[in-house]
């Protein structure tokens, strides 16, 4: 079973700054089954990049998502207030099943 | 509209059992893998099961043997079923669609969830 490990658990930015979040798996993982995930509070997640680097419908270009094997990265350039969140990588295909990382909080400085 | 609407949440006793369901529309729930995710309160989101388009099932390792999914396509609809609950199965349970595509959008559908508590 994959196990995905976030870091860091929280990070403290203020707008304009840069996020960098990082998902890493106990085993490789097709980047093609690779997906990012940002829920608000009292809200549904939703998904922002899929296939480790494609932003979903809709997501701005300020998004951006990278990486391979075990290490992935989701980039946020340059924060926006609606930015703040909680951040989940989630996996695909090396089992029946899915999995997702425990999450990071994006929080406003 | 494409859309998911889960219902049948509840307080339920330890020991109990509970159904959930999820309706579904503007899309055929056969030809989409159709998903349950729970989020105990102030956690994160664990993956709790999945009926894929070809009718296959599976379990995450908590609730295995304890919950059963399936789905009725006449009503578009995919249930899951809850018994010898526990505490820790306290959640907002979500309904979610994860497209049967060549390429893996995700779970590219999502309800509001339903409710879940567990105590005595």
């Known amino acids: 079973e994959v196990v995905l490990t976030q870091s860091p658990g929280t990070l403290s930015l203020s707008p304009g700054e840069r996020a960098t979040l990082s998902c890493r798996a106990s085993?490789?993982?097709?980047?093609?089954?690779l997906v990012w995930y940002q829920q608000k509070p009292g809200q549904a997640p939703s998904v922002v990049i899929y296939g480790a680097s494609n932003r979903a419908a809709g997501i701005p270009d300020r998004f951006s998502g990278s990486g391979s094997g075990t290490d992935f990265t989701l980039t946020i350039s340059r924060l926006e207030p609606e930015d703040f969140a909680v951040y989940y990588c989630?996996?695909?295909?090396?089992?029946?099943?899915?999995?997702f990382g425990q999450g990071t909080k994006l929080e406003i400085k | 509209e494409v859309k998911v609407v889960e219902s049948g949440g509840g307080l339920v006793q330890p020991g109990g059992s509970l159904r959930l369901s999820c309706a579904a529309s503007?899309?055929?729930?056969?030809?989409?893998?159709m998903t349950w995710v729970r989020q105990a309160p102030g956690k994160g989101l664990e993956w709790v099961s999945v009926?894929?388009?070809?009718?296959?099932?599976h379990y995450g390792d908590s609730v295995k043997g304890r919950f059963t999914i399936s789905r009725d396509t006449f009503k578009s609809t995919v249930d899951l079923q809850m018994s010898g609950l526990r505490s820790e199965d306290t959640a907002r349970y979500y309904c979610?669609?994860?497209?049967?595509?060549?390429?893996?959008?995700?779970?590219?559908?999502w309800g509001q969830g339903t409710t879940v508590t567990v105590a005595s």
């Open positions: 979610a669609r994860v497209p049967d595509t060549y390429y893996y959008y995700g779970m590219d559908v």
């Open positions: 085993q490789s993982v097709n980047s093609k089954y």
């Open positions: 009926i894929n388009s070809d009718g296959s099932t």
């Open positions: 503007g899309f055929n729930v056969i030809r989409n893998h």
């Open positions: 989630q996996q695909s295909g090396s089992s029946p099943g899915y999995t």
